[in-house]
């Protein structure tokens, strides 16, 4: 019996090695198709509700050997939109916010749109209310007060269409959920998620991002100009910080995911509330959950992901809840998403065939 025992340890340690010798050599094989175009990025792996793989490669300068790790910080861009809608879900879950309610009822500045949108309209991208543009996104270079404050200049204008009426990706959006977050639980947003999901999640390493953020652990951004690597121009997300204001690294992103799969956020209701899917308006194609993008064929068996691409970064997570499977990409070179969704989808191919 002794024997016998020892040996069906032996082979359950043999196949987990073999398991992950496949997993690690199929991600970085895909890696390598991308590897000399991006200066630095890091890739890891949720299996079965834990990491089985995480690595960095290359480096977060032009200059010098500063090597990516698991544990380099990159600005996450419009990443942070699944963060926002945890955050509300779990004001809901809390009785506090009803998510088809009008979102005037919680974010006071949306009593001046000509229209009334739901919480919900403004999780699934269906509000009416437009994206903010790149000339936003370049000038506008201070910390309001609050994020009512951000919202007094676009809720002077119209709604692009009646709620529920169309699907139109939106920033401002996202930041009317931030007001909604703020107004309801009486603290700035970034208290809130700072207490309610980063530290139960133990995302140690994930912050809120200012301009001038510069620690030893973190990526600046690179974009190709005229030929060749440039740095980044940085831009103020303080204004929209709900849809495009966090920092983070793919083991923290790895831990987010870990702490949906178990729960840890969200009450089984809310997560699954979260994820659920509603008829598309007219002919659209369902494209948004309450703060995901449904899984498209180019991101393999993803049935749930999110990215994001603005100056200085691109990442990405996917999730597929029911296997307890998750990939969390993040790379310094800006803008890149359409380039590294082939990594994502060979990284979950491998971990799914675990």
């Given at each position: 019996m002794r024997v016998s025992g020892l040996?069906?340890?032996?082979?359950?340690?043999?196949?987990?090695?073999?398991?992950?010798?496949?997993?690690?050599?199929?991600?970085?094989?895909?890696?390598?198709t991308v590897r000399a175009q991006i200066p630095g990025l890091a890739v890891a792996v949720v299996v079965d509700g834990r990491v089985a793989y995480a690595q960095g490669y290359g480096a977060s300068s032009l200059t010098e050997p500063k090597l990516i790790t698991p544990d380099t910080q990159f600005r996450l861009a419009s990443l942070t939109k699944p963060f926002t809608a945890v955050a509300v879900m779990q004001l809901v879950a809390q009785g506090r916010v009803d998510i088809d309610r009008p979102a005037n009822q919680y974010c006071a500045p949306l009593t001046a749109?000509?229209?009334?949108?739901?919480?919900?309209?403004?999780?699934?991208?269906?509000?009416?209310?437009?994206?903010?543009?790149?000339?936003?996104?370049?000038?506008?270079?201070?910390?309001?007060?609050?994020?009512?404050?951000?919202?007094?200049?676009?809720?002077?204008?119209?709604?692009?269409?009646?709620?529920?009426?169309?699907?139109l990706y939106t920033s401002w959006g996202y930041t009317v959920l931030?007001?909604?977050?703020?107004?309801?639980?009486?603290?700035?947003?970034?208290?809130?998620v700072q207490d309610h999901i980063l530290t139960p999640a133990?995302?140690?390493?994930?912050?809120?991002?200012?301009?001038?953020?510069?620690?030893?652990t973190f990526s600046p951004g690179f974009r190709m100009r005229g030929g060749k690597m440039q740095p980044s121009v940085v831009v103020?997300?303080?204004?929209?910080?709900?849809?495009?204001?966090?920092?983070?690294?793919?083991?923290?992103?790895?831990?987010?995911?870990?702490?949906?799969?178990e729960r840890t956020?969200?009450?089984d209701a809310q997560f699954k509330e979260m994820l659920s899917t509603r008829k598309a308006p007219g002919d659209e194609r369902q494209m948004f959950t309450a703060g995901w993008t449904l899984g498209r064929?180019?991101?393999?068996?993803?049935?749930?992901?999110?990215?994001?691409?603005?100056?200085?970064?691109?990442?990405?997570?996917?999730?597929?809840?029911?296997?307890?499977?998750?990939?969390?990409?993040?790379?310094?070179?800006?803008?890149?998403?359409?380039?590294?969704?082939?990594?994502?989808?060979?990284?979950?191919?491998?971990?799914?065939?675990?």
């Open positions: 040996l069906a340890i032996t082979a359950l340690w043999t196949a987990s090695l073999l398991a992950q010798s496949g997993l690690q050599s199929r991600v970085e094989a895909a890696v390598q749109l000509n229209d009334v949108p739901t919480v919900r309209h403004f999780l699934i991208h269906q509000s009416g209310m437009r994206h903010t543009s790149d000339a936003e996104d370049e000038n506008i270079k201070v910390a309001p007060p609050n994020l009512a404050a951000s919202l007094a200049g676009i809720v002077k204008e119209k709604l692009r269409f009646a709620p529920g009426q169309k699907t931030g007001c909604v977050i703020e107004s309801v639980s009486g603290r700035s947003y970034a208290a809130f133990a995302m140690r390493n994930t912050t809120f991002d200012t301009p001038e953020y510069a620690v030893p103020d997300t303080r204004f929209k910080s709900p849809s495009s204001g966090l920092i983070s690294t793919v083991n923290d992103l790895s831990l987010f995911a870990i702490a949906l799969f956020l969200l009450p064929a180019d991101v393999g068996a993803a049935r749930f992901n999110y990215n994001g691409s603005m100056e200085g970064t691109t990442a990405y997570l996917a999730i597929v809840p029911e296997r307890r499977v998750a990939v969390a990409l993040l790379a310094n070179r800006e803008r890149y998403v359409p380039e590294v969704t082939p990594v994502m989808a060979e990284a979950l191919a491998a971990a799914l065939a675990r």
